[in-house]
C-alpha cells in the first residue's frame, strides 16, 4: 500500500504541474482585482474559532488588514486551492505539510499551530470487535491521529476525504468509526452516532496555519497582523465559551441543539510546534510512504510570528 501511495503522489504531482501552473497564473491575475489582503482556508473545526471571532468583529480591521475568509470540507480541496495560490494562508494538519513541502520548496511555512479536537465517532451498529473498519482521510491528521491512539484495534482504513460523507457511512453502518474534527464529531453524535474523546497527552495540536511562499516573502506586514488579530481573538474568547460555540454553529451551520455539547480545546496565543513534536509526525510519515524524509525543521516553521503564551 505504501509504494502505491508513494507511486501515485509522485505520478500526479507530475501529471498534474503544467495545468496548475496555468491556475496559478489565472488566480494571480484575479488576485490583482482585488482589495482583500489575504484568502484564508480554514476547516470545519473548532481550530478556525479564532479565525472565526476575528473575522465577526473586525479584529483583522483593527490590525489593518481585510481578509476573506473561505470554509473547505475536504482537504484535498483546500490543498490544491493552496498551490494554485488561490488562498495565501491555510489551515492543514502538520503530516499533510510535511509531504507538501518535501514535494514543493515553495510550498510556504508553518507559522503557528492551532487548537482542535479529535473525537473517534462510531456507528451504532459496531459490534465493538477488534476489526474495524474506520474512516479516515490518508495523508491527514485523522489518519495520524487513528495510528496513535487506536493500536488495539486491527484497522481497516477507508480513504474519504469528505468530512460530510464520512457521517454519511456512519449513519449507513457502512463505516464502524470515523475520525472527525470537532464540533462535526458532535453534530454526528446528534444524529444518533457514539461520540469518545481520545485523551491526547501532547502538547501541541497536529493542525498548523501555513502561509504561502509568496506572501511570506513579500508581505511580512500582512502576516504579523494576521497573527495580531489572531492573539487578540484568543484573548477576546477566554471566558466567552457560549458565544464561541454560537459562532462555530453558525459559521459552520450546524445545528444549534448541539451547542452546548461541543467540546472547546484551550486555545493558545500564536505559537509553532517543537522540533520534537515535528520528528514524531515525519517519522509516522516516512512509515506511511516507506521512504526518507528530508524537509528540515527550520525549512517547515518560521517563528517570526509567534507571541507564545
Do not use: C
Not at 509516522?284 to 510512504?289: A, G, Q, S
Amino acid at each position: 500500500m505504501n509504494k502505491i501511495i508513494k507511486g501515485f503522489m509522485i505520478a500526479f504531482l507530475v501529471s498534474s504541474s503544467v495545468l496548475i501552473n496555468g491556475i496559478k497564473v489565472q488566480a494571480q491575475e484575479e488576485r490583482k482585482e482585488t482589495a482583500v489582503d489575504l484568502l484564508v482556508g480554514v476547516m470545519p473545526a473548532t481550530d478556525s474559532a479564532p479565525i472565526f471571532w476575528a473575522d465577526e468583529y473586525g479584529l483583522f480591521e483593527e490590525a489593518g488588514i481585510s481578509v476573506q475568509v473561505e470554509l473547505f470540507t475536504n482537504a484535498m480541496n483546500q490543498q490544491s486551492s493552496a498551490q494554485t495560490q488561490q488562498i495565501d494562508v491555510y489551515m492543514a494538519s502538520l503530516v499533510e505539510f510535511i509531504i507538501a513541502r518535501e514535494n514543493n520548496t515553495d510550498a510556504g511555512a508553518i507559522t503557528t499551530t492551532t487548537d482542535g479536537v479529535f473525537p473517534i465517532v462510531v456507528s451504532p451498529e459496531y459490534d465493538g470487535g477488534e476489526e474495524v473498519k474506520i474512516g479516515l482521510m490518508e495523508i491527514s491528521v485523522t489518519n495520524y491521529i487513528a495510528d496513535l491512539f487506536l493500536t488495539d484495534y486491527v484497522l481497516d482504513k477507508q480513504f474519504i476525504a469528505e468530512v460530510p460523507l464520512r457521517i454519511q457511512m456512519l449513519l449507513a453502518g457502512e463505516l464502524d468509526m470515523a475520525v472527525l474534527p470537532e464540533p462535526m464529531a458532535t453534530n454526528a453524535a446528534a444524529q444518533g452516532l457514539d461520540k469518545i474523546l481520545i485523551n491526547e497527552s501532547q502538547d501541541f495540536s497536529p493542525n498548523v496555519m501555513i502561509f504561502n511562499q509568496e506572501t511570506l516573502e513579500n508581505d511580512a506586514t500582512i502576516v504579523a497582523a494576521f497573527h495580531e488579530a489572531y492573539n487578540a481573538a484568543v484573548e477576546a474568547m477566554k471566558g466567552q465559551e457560549d458565544a464561541v460555540r454560537a459562532l462555530l454553529i453558525e459559521r459552520l451551520g450546524l445545528d444549534a441543539a448541539i451547542q452546548d455539547d461541543i467540546i472547546l480545546p484551550t486555545y493558545h496565543l500564536t505559537r509553532v510546534p517543537s522540533e520534537e513534536y515535528v520528528e514524531e509526525a515525519r517519522a509516522w510519515v516516512e512509515t506511511l510512504l516507506d521512504q526518507k524524509i528530508s524537509v528540515t525543521y527550520d525549512e517547515l516553521v518560521v517563528k517570526d510570528y509567534v507571541s507564545g503564551d
